[in-house]
């Protein structure tokens, strides 16, 4: 069974400060590495997909990177505002033939940015 | 903006009554999938479909849930008889499965879920 691990559970951080948040991941045959953002009371919004031939992608103040060797990705969001704190969670999909098949959600980093 | 509707939001049931949940993808999608979201045990997948056919169920109690898509534009999930240890946020997602045109993914679009408590 795919393991996805996310530490820290919760972080809180002063605004305006840099931050990485950071994911780790037991299968060697992964597919595409995913980030969303979980507001409360809110489904899963999707930030960056890394595919597999990926290093890492960028989305304004975001920047996702995935080193398949060492089974770790890492979300690093920039000049952090309010407005990030939500729940981050990263998912990998293994590879299969299927596509979009089964992805295995880490618990969650809650973030909370201090004004 | 195309998003991903979950009808009801809220459902609060009573042991042993049905509950059916309801999800109209993003048009176009060809993947849809039910996750389960609580506490303990964070997101789980339910089950799957890709173009209307599912995929994969072995994450669903198969003695009380049921998922199918009559159409392309309707998902359901449904529980009978509900118990109390169903309580959870129900999620819908939907995707567009291109690999063997593009050789990449599209992200999973989520609905904003159905909270369902049985008391």
């Known amino acids: 069974k795919q393991e996805v691990t996310q530490i820290p559970a919760a972080l809180s951080v002063p605004e305006g400060e840099n931050l990485v948040l950071n994911c780790s991941f037991t299968?060697?045959?992964?597919?595409?590495l995913q980030w969303f953002r979980q507001d409360p009371g809110k489904g899963l919004t999707s930030l960056l997909l890394?595919?597999?031939?990926?290093r890492e992608q960028t989305s304004g103040r975001l920047n996702a990177s995935l080193d398949k060797s060492s089974g770790r990705s890492t979300l690093y969001i920039a000049a952090s505002q309010p407005g990030d704190s939500a729940t981050y969670l990263c998912?990998?999909?293994?590879?299969?033939?299927?596509?979009?098949?089964?992805?295995?959600f880490g618990t969650g980093t809650r973030l909370t940015i201090i004004p | 903006d195309a998003r991903v509707t979950q009808t009801p939001r809220h459902k609060v049931t009573e042991m042993g009554q049905e509950v059916t949940m309801r999800c109209q993808p993003i048009l176009g999608h060809n993947t849809v999938f039910w996750y389960r979201q609580t506490m303990m045990q964070g997101l789980e997948l339910l089950a799957y479909f890709r173009n209307r056919a599912p995929l994969d169920d072995s994450g669903m109690p198969k003695d009380r849930f049921s998922a199918e898509m009559p159409d392309a534009t309707l998902a359901t999930l449904k529980i009978q008889p509900s118990e109390p240890r169903d309580s959870a946020v129900y999620f819908c997602?939907?995707?567009?499965?291109?690999?063997?045109?593009?050789?990449?993914?599209?992200?999973?679009?989520f609905g904003n879920g159905t909270r369902l408590t049985v008391t």
């Open positions: 890394i595919q597999s031939s990926q």
């Open positions: 997602a939907s995707g567009l499965d291109q690999i063997s045109r593009t050789g990449q993914n599209s992200p999973l679009h």
């Open positions: 998912a990998e999909q293994g590879g299969t033939n299927f596509g979009n098949e089964k992805l295995t």
């Open positions: 299968d060697s045959a992964i597919y595409n």
